[in-house]
C-alpha cells in the first residue's frame, strides 16, 4: 500500500514557524506510530509571488488537486498589501478552495480547561465550550459576480455580489446537519433573512433539507448579528453553527477568542469524495500570517498542530491518534506551557514556538 501523501504550504510570516512544529509532529507519527506519509511542500502566497509572480502557481494548483490533503500554514503580510487584487497573496489561497471546490469549512471553538481563565469572557461562560462553525467556503459575496471598482458618474464605485444558488446551499447545509447528528443533534443556520433574499433562499433551504432529510436534528435559525451577540452571552447553548462565506469569516474569529487565543483554531476545508473516498481536503489555521510577530519565534503552533489532528481524523480516518494528539495538546497547557499568545496582563515567561512543539511531541510519547 502506498504512503497518504501530504502537501505541505507553508506560506509566509509565522506560517513557517508553526508549519515547522507540525513536520516534527509528521515525523513522530511516522517514526513511533509506523504511519508515514509522503510530503512534498511548495509554495503559496507572497513567498510565491516573490519566486513567480502568482500567489500559486499552476504547478502547485495540480499537486493540490493530487494529493491525499493539503496543509496550509498562513498567507500574507505588508510587503504585499498594495498589489494588485487578481496577485495578492490571499488569492492563492482563495484559488486553491474554490478548484479544490472545498465547500465545507469546519471551524471547530473549543475552550481548554486550562485556558477557561484566559478568556476575555467569564470562566463559567466559556469553560468546557465545545461549538462547530461550518462555514460555507466556495461561494456567497467571496466569489459572486459582478465585482469590481467601477466607474459611476464623477465617482468610483466598489462592487461585490453575495450569490447562492440551492444546491450550493444543500450541500452545505447536508456536511453540517451530518456533523450535527455525530454531535448533539443541534444545528443553528445563521443568515441575514431579514434584509438579503440570498439569505431568505439559505432559510428555506436549509429548512426543507431538515424537515425532509434530518427531522431527527433539532434545527434552529438566527439572524447572523443577533447570532454574534449570543455567541458572546452565552456561547454553550450552540453546538453545530452552519452559516455563509462572509459571516462565518467574521464569526469564526470571533468564536476563537472565546477560546482564548486565535493562535488555537484550527480548520478543516472539505470537498466530495476523491475515488479513493476521502474527501478532497485542505487543513489550516484560521489564524494569519501574524507579521506584528513573525520570525520572532512566539508565534503559538497549536492551530496548526491541531489542523493536522483534524487531518487525521477527517482525510485518514486514525480518530484515535487525532484524539492522541489532542489530549498532548491539552496535556501541555495543564502543565501551564504558555505561549506569548496565552499569557495574561500578569505575564510569566512564555515558551517559544520549538519549545512548545517539542513539549507536544513529548507528550506524545508518554502516551504510548
Ligand atoms: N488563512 C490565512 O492564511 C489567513 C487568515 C487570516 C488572515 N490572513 C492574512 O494574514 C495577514 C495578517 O492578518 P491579521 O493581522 O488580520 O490576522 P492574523 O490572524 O495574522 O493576526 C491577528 C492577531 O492575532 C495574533 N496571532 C495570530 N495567530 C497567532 C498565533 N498562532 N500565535 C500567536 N498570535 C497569533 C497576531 O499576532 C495578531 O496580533 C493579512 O495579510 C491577512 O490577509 C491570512
Ligand atoms: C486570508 C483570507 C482570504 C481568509 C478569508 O477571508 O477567508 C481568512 O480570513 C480566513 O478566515 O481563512
Ligand atoms: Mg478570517
Redesign the pocket.
Known sequence: MTNPSLLILAGDGIGPEVMAEVRKIIDWYGTRRGVSFDVSEDLVGGCAYDKHGTPLHDDTMAKAQEVDAVLLGA??GPKYDNLDFSVKP?RG??RLRKEMDLYANLRPAQCFDALADFSSLKKDVVAGLDIMIVRELTSGV?FGEPRGIFKEGNERVGINTQRYTESEIERVARSAFELARKRSNKLCSMEKANVMESGVLWREVVQRIGDTEYPDVELSHMYADAGAMQLTRWPKQFDVIVTD?LFG?LL??LAAMLTGSLGMLP?ASLGAPMANGRPKALY?P?H?SAPDIAGQGKANPIACVLSFAMALRYSFDMGAEADRLEKAVEKVLADGLRTADLMGPEGGAPVTTSQMGDAIVTALDASL
Open positions: 498567507v500574507g490571499e489561497l482563495l467571496y462565506n469569516d469564526s474569529d480548520s489550516e484560521v494569519g
